[in-house]
């Protein structure tokens, strides 16, 4: 039987349920209810929603509700202490989620970069160790697949197979969240959209997740990340959000010509373009605009690009995180020398730019930044 997607609970907002209750003629209150369940307690089963009555409950059985987490197909644990869940929805099609744990049990904190931490704790927050970890981050998929088609990147080669619906892009939050016993409102979580798919492609279901994880699930914005090839109409409506991530832009070349060849989508909205709504960006207190640069041996990582890039970003409250590239099959580039990096990043933090190499986490089960979705039997 085709999945039913207008049944699924998991997605829907508050006031999508209050009208979801009005039909079935429950109180009002019974909205706040079911949201709180699903998204502060996570409730897997529409059985387990034991704060509605039985019979309304048994109502939403009879009308075919499912709650819709995603389901654990399969999960790769890293030396690291990161993993990678291969997750599936009711129609078959699947994405990846990464969990990242940092701190004692996970990584050791190396003064590398913390994607979503500029923040630091929240006033008053006086972090309790429940756990071997001390934060954690995830990494969330907004597509299955991408189009983008950027060269170096493995979930190109996929294509992109539809978009993910809110639900789905909080689900992979919520199932990962309970697989780790991880408390938003207790344990320190970030959120990076950095898995498969563009999500300024699918700018609508990325923007009411968002609302979702930040109402419902209990994470602030401020602790959320989005990272955009440069989709640049989307760059724009985002800066005009009252409740929004902080901006990531894969700007990963230093000129148009090697930026065209790597990322064909310079085509449509090229570097001037970019860097102007990069630059008309309104950045909060304390916010900056984050430019990724994946470097590929020879093409994009000599001390020259690195001068081109410092000129690009002139003027532009920044700072650049980069990313020695990581390998796949059937991907034609090669990862640069480590001394080439640590150069490229001298001649950035010389011309004034904060610059940190992202660390790569989980490269030995196919977890680090694009290399998801490797593994999928057939699709
Ligand atoms: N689609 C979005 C977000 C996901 S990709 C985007 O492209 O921004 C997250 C980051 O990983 C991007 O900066 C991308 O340029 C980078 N990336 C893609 N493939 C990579 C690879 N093989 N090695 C290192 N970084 C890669
Ligand atoms: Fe898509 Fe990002 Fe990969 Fe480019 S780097 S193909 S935009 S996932």
Redesign the pocket.
Known sequence: MKPDSSKTLLGLDLKELSQLVEQAGEPTYRARQLFQALYGERVEAVDDLTTLPTTFREALTAEGRVIGLPKIENKFVSTDGTVRYLMSFPDAQSVETVWMPEGDGGEAGDGSEDEAAGDGAMAGEAPTQRHSWSRASICVSSQVG?A?D?Q???TALLGVKRNLSAGEIVGQVSAVLKDNQAVPRQDRINLV???Q???FLNYDNFMKSVRLLVEGIGIPASRMTV???GIVPRIQDFAAEPIRPRL?I?L?APNDEIRTRIMPINRKWNLSMLMEAAREYPLKSREVVTF?Y?MLGGVNDSLENAREVLQLIRGIKAKVNL?A????PE?PFQTPEQSQVLAFQKVLIEGGVPTFIRRPRGRDIFA????LKRTVSAS
């Open positions: 991408c983008v950027c170096f990147c493995l959209f950095m898995g798919g563009e999500p990272s955009t090839s990531a894969s990963n990724e994946v990313i590239w990581n390998p796949g991907v680090a930044c694009g290399q």
